[in-house]
């Protein structure tokens, strides 16, 4: 195998899918953490005790746990690593696509002190709700590289109309409001990842009836997206629509987790959910909006082309 070869386009493409996963799969594993009671497993940071970095036997499982999520953090570093690396030699690249992933690159250890910071202030429920917005911003910035990828070997789609646009816009609004108030309700439950961590005290009932009423708002605002894409023929109406299923899926979901006493495998497939949410909420604001052209330049190495943005 030639490393110095130029990737192909499946790979490139392989790689943009590769980010978004790892990404999804570590808010998953680090809601295990919280699920399992081991957000204090190593008690402190970013050392896993004072004394070593590694958890050690006394620590039992939730120390393993704990010691495990924060070790997979690196094996994401290097899938994300990978990713930049094929973006960059790719001959279809640009230098605003390169800033991307690089940028997707960089927003993992910021990812990791945040959550640094979380062991420090004991679960803090405020700061664990960063924690899980900032993992959130990253599996939305990789779902944008995945379809920056594939126009540019697929092509892009006509450009959406301009109530299209604008409801796709304000989904995406409300998508964010809907996840910042589901880490609130997090922070007023039950869950909070050590026994000893305080919570945000805020009565649960009224922040999860909150909570249900900005995604009611989200489904609507999604409802009408795909109603106006069908009546104009526009090509994003199957992500719309692809959309409004997660969002009922996810409600479906949140409403079992809720009448259920928070069972721990309904609230994970809930996080998984809102993974998938964050991807397909992005993936419609991004496709119902015309596409950034890229304009191709010839790098020093005469023997490959490669682009950079206009």
Known sequence: MDLRATPSDRLVERGAWAALVANAAIVLTGGLVRLTGSGLGCPTWPR???????????????????????????????????????VWRWARTSRSLRWHAGLLLAGIPLQGVIGGISVLTRLNPWVVGLHMILSMVLVSASAWLVLRVRRLTRGAGARAPLAARRLAAASYVVAWVAVWLGTVVTGAGPHAGDLDARRNGLDTQTVSHVH?????????????????????????????????????????????????????????????????LVAAVTWVLVVTHAPQQDVPVVDRDPGRRVGASA
């Open 48 to 86: 896993c005790t004072d004394e070593s970095f590694v958890a050690h036997p006394q620590l039992g499982i939730h120390g393993a746990i704990e010691f495990g999520n924060r070790l997979l953090t690196y094996v994401l570093i290097l899938v994300v690593l990978g990713t930049l690396v094929v």
């Open 212 to 276: 249900a009423w900005s995604v009611y708002l989200l489904v609507a605002l999604t409802l009408a997206t795909v109603v106006v894409l069908r009546r104009a023929g526009g090509s994003a109406t199957r992500s719309a629509v692809v959309l409004l299923a997660v969002e009922l899926a996810q409600g479906v979901v949140g409403f079992v987790q809720y009448f259920t006493g928070l069972p721990v495998a309904v609230v994970a497939l809930h996080l998984v959910g809102a993974c998938v």
